[in-house]
C-alpha cells in the first residue's frame, strides 16, 4: 500500500506530515507504516494500491478523473478564497517595480506545463488581460521558481498562495521576492486515493486525523478541515495551452 503527502512537503514540514499520516492510518486500522517521498508523482495517483495522496486540480481533470477517486478537499483557510479553494500569487523581485504587464515581456518561472497554480490560472489570468510571457522557464518546483526570480534567471512566477504562505514563514524568499497579482480561487488540491478503496472511509479518518493533529502540527500545515467539492468543479476549471503551445520562448532550469 502507498500513501504520499507530497505537495506540501518541504523539509521543515515532514515531521508534522508524518504525524498527520500516522493518525489517519490508525483511524483506519491498516495502511503503509511511511509516507512514500522517493516515487515519481505519477507512479503513485495511478498506483492500484494508493491509499491517500494529494493531486493537483489540473492532472485530476486533465488525466486521473476517471482513473481515481476524490476522498476530499482540504481547507487551509487561505485569505481571500473560499472554503477549500486557493489561488496563484504572482511574484517578482523586490526591486522590480514593473507590473504584471511590464514584467509579461521578459521570463516567467513555472514549475511545470501540468500544474494549475504555476502554469493554467497564471496564464489563464494573464490571457484575460491580453498578456503573454515573451519567455517561459520550467524549474521542476514551485520552490525553485521562486528562487529562479530571486536569484535573477527570471522576471517573475506564480506560486500557490500556500507555498507562498510557507515560504515567507520557513526561507528568506519572502524578504526577496513582492507579490504582485492573484489569481481568480479554484478548487485547491484534492486528497485521491485508487477505484477499488472506500472513499467515504478514508476521509472520515482524514477528518479525524484533523482534529486530532496538536495546534502546532495544524499551525505548520495550515489544515482546517476537509470540505466536500463535485468533481465536476474541478473539470469546469478552464486549463489553457501548453507551454509547447503557448508561443513563447522556452528553456529548462539548471540550478
Given at each position: 500500500?502507498?500513501?504520499?503527502?507530497?505537495?506540501?512537503?518541504?523539509?521543515?514540514?515532514?515531521?508534522?506530515?508524518?504525524?498527520?499520516?500516522?493518525?489517519?492510518?490508525?483511524?483506519?486500522?491498516?495502511?503503509?507504516?511511511?509516507?512514500?517521498?522517493?516515487?515519481?508523482?505519477?507512479?503513485?495517483?495511478?498506483?492500484?494500491?494508493?491509499?491517500?495522496?494529494?493531486?493537483?486540480?489540473?492532472?485530476?481533470?486533465?488525466?486521473?478523473?476517471?482513473?481515481?477517486?476524490?476522498?476530499?478537499?482540504?481547507?487551509?483557510?487561505?485569505?481571500?478564497?473560499?472554503?477549500?479553494?486557493?489561488?496563484?500569487?504572482?511574484?517578482?523581485?523586490?526591486?522590480?517595480?514593473?507590473?504584471?504587464?511590464g514584467l509579461s515581456t521578459g521570463v516567467f518561472a513555472y514549475n511545470e506545463g501540468l500544474s494549475q497554480s504555476g502554469w493554467a490560472a497564471p496564464i489563464t489570468h494573464m490571457a484575460q488581460a491580453n498578456l503573454r510571457p515573451a519567455g517561459l522557464l520550467e524549474t521542476g518546483g514551485h520552490a525553485l521558481s521562486a528562487q529562479a526570480v530571486a536569484d535573477g534567471k527570471a522576471d517573475f512566477a506564480a506560486l500557490d498562495i500556500l507555498t507562498w504562505l510557507m515560504l515567507q514563514q520557513h526561507t528568506n524568499l519572502g524578504t526577496k521576492l513582492r507579490e504582485l497579482a492573484r489569481t481568480t480561487p479554484t478548487p485547491t488540491l484534492p486528497y485521491i486515493t485508487s477505484m477499488g478503496r472506500n472513499p467515504q472511509v478514508i476521509a472520515g479518518a482524514v477528518r479525524t486525523a484533523i482534529d486530532q493533529l496538536c495546534d502546532d502540527d495544524q499551525r505548520l500545515l495550515h489544515i482546517r478541515g476537509l470540505i466536500d467539492i463535485p468533481a465536476a468543479h474541478y473539470l469546469a476549471v478552464p486549463t489553457p495551452p501548453s507551454p509547447e503551445d503557448s508561443g513563447s520562448a522556452t528553456a529548462r532550469f539548471v540550478d
Open positions: 500500500m502507498i500513501a504520499m503527502l507530497g505537495m506540501y512537503d518541504m523539509p521543515s514540514l515532514q515531521a508534522a506530515n508524518d504525524r498527520f499520516w500516522g493518525l489517519i492510518r490508525a483511524e483506519l486500522g491498516s495502511g503503509p507504516q511511511t509516507l512514500t517521498r522517493d516515487k515519481d508523482v505519477w507512479e503513485v495517483w495511478r498506483a492500484p494500491n494508493l491509499v491517500l495522496a494529494q493531486t493537483c486540480g489540473m492532472p485530476f481533470r486533465t488525466r486521473l478523473h476517471g482513473h481515481v477517486q476524490l476522498v476530499g478537499t482540504p481547507d487551509y483557510g487561505l485569505p481571500g478564497c473560499p472554503p477549500g479553494y486557493y489561488c496563484s500569487v504572482f511574484v517578482a523581485r523586490h526591486d522590480d517595480d514593473r507590473d504584471l504587464a
